[in-house]
């Protein structure tokens, strides 16, 4: 006779879930280790052999809090006069929308061509090498370079921010461009449809938020770099009075208000940037 009055009802044993290691040795973390022990080393083997001489540091302090009240508490146009400081401070601005415009298109060019799902494989390589070996070299490197070409000026500093734009723009565009869904591209091919056809009827509307979003981030860039290209190559601009301000004439007064104007239409440029991704993500 068998006995129902009690069942044992047994549950399945849940599979062991995997273990996880959060501290895994790696060749990268060992190589970060080393890294930052040598500069830890570095450091302070310097400061144990820094040559302070002579330094007061009360005065030091007490004279760095000068400048800085003169700075930012107390900031003013000094000799040049603001109208010139505004001049100034608008032809960085176009150098910087001038050299994103160029970055832009070109860029965009290379990175239709340099993209896995699109052109060919040792193609596509090529561009990525070189823009990759442009985008190493920094800008103020490239401007220098046409400066020795094109002499000091405002071609020089042209052609070195529209040179780096290009190759950062590239890469950029190419990862978007690389993460759309292959059936859509396909679809069209299937179709009869050319090259440049697929570009701007699948390609073109599916990245256009990210486009802008990286074009803008660039412009944000080579307004930054126009400032430091400005005094370094020749070619004027908010950057070029900066130097002149605070390093030949040690105006703090009128180095602080030029750092209010570089501030304001830092402000300025992603205030707009925002707007705009935020029109294109709302379509």
Same mark, same amino acid.
């Given at each position: 006779?068998?006995?129902?009055?009690?069942?044992?009802?047994?549950?399945?044993?849940?599979?062991?879930?995997?273990?996880? $290691?959060?501290?895994?040795? @790696? /060749?990268?973390?060992?190589?970060? &280790?080393?890294?930052?022990?040598? +500069?830890?080393?570095?450091?302070?083997?310097? /400061?144990?052999?820094l040559?302070?001489?002579?330094?007061? /540091?009360?005065?030091?302090?007490?004279?760095?809090?000068?400048?800085?009240?003169?700075?930012?508490?107390?900031?003013?146009?000094?000799?040049?006069?603001?109208?010139?400081?505004?001049? %100034?401070?608008?032809?960085?601005?176009?150098?910087?929308?001038?050299?994103?415009?160029?970055?832009?298109?070109?860029?965009?060019?290379?990175?239709?061509?340099?993209?896995?799902?699109?052109?060919?494989?040792?193609?596509?390589?090529?561009?990525?090498?070189?823009?990759?070996i442009?985008? %190493?070299?920094?800008?103020?490197?490239?401007? /220098?370079?046409?400066?020795?070409?094109?002499?000091?000026?405002?071609? &020089?500093?042209?052609?070195?921010?529209?040179?780096?734009?290009?190759?950062?723009?590239?890469?950029?565009?190419?990862? @978007?461009?690389?993460?759309?869904? $292959? #059936?859509?591209?396909?679809? +069209? $091919?299937?179709?009869?449809?050319?090259?440049?056809?697929?570009?701007?009827?699948?390609?073109?509307?599916?990245?256009?938020? #990210?486009f802008?979003?990286?074009?803008?981030?660039?412009?944000?860039?080579?307004?930054a770099?126009?400032?430091?290209?400005?005094?370094?190559?020749?070619?004027?601009?908010?950057g070029?009075?900066?130097?002149?301000?605070?390093?030949?004439?040690?105006?703090?007064?009128?180095?602080?208000?030029?750092?209010?104007?570089?501030?304001?239409?830092?402000?300025?440029?992603?205030?707009?940037?925002? $707007?705009?991704?935020?029109?294109?993500?709302?379509?």
């Open positions: 006779m068998i006995n129902t009055d009690e069942q044992i009802i047994q549950q399945p044993k849940s599979p062991k879930s995997p273990e996880i $290691k959060l501290h895994e040795n @790696s /060749l990268s973390r060992t190589m970060i &280790a080393v890294v930052f022990a040598s +500069l830890v080393i570095i450091t302070g083997y310097t /400061l144990m052999h040559d302070a001489a002579g330094i007061q /540091l009360n005065t030091a302090f007490r004279e760095l809090a000068t400048n800085l009240q003169q700075m930012f508490l107390q900031p003013s146009a000094g000799t040049d006069g603001f109208m010139p400081l505004l001049q %100034a401070l608008a032809s960085s601005v176009l150098l910087s929308i001038l050299t994103t415009i160029i970055g832009a298109v070109f860029g965009f060019f290379f990175a239709v061509l340099a993209s896995k799902n699109l052109t060919n494989a040792y193609l596509g390589a090529g561009i990525r090498i070189v823009m990759a442009v985008r %190493a070299i920094p800008t103020i490197i490239w401007a /220098l370079i046409f400066s020795i070409i094109c002499g000091l000026g405002t071609t &020089a500093a042209v052609l070195g921010l529209s040179f780096h734009s290009v190759a950062y723009l590239t890469k950029a565009y190419s990862e @978007s461009i690389e993460g759309i869904d $292959k #059936s859509t591209i396909e679809s +069209l $091919k299937v179709t009869g449809a050319k090259f440049w056809v697929v570009v701007f009827q699948a390609i073109w509307p599916t990245i256009i938020a #990210s802008v979003s990286w074009t803008f981030i660039r412009l944000e860039i080579n307004f770099n126009a400032i430091a290209v400005g005094a370094a190559a020749g070619a004027g601009g908010i070029y009075q900066l130097f002149v301000a605070s390093g030949m004439s040690f105006d703090f007064h009128e180095t602080g208000l030029i750092v209010y104007l570089v501030i304001f239409v830092t402000f300025v440029l992603e205030f707009i940037a925002v $707007k705009i991704r935020q029109m294109y993500l709302d379509r």
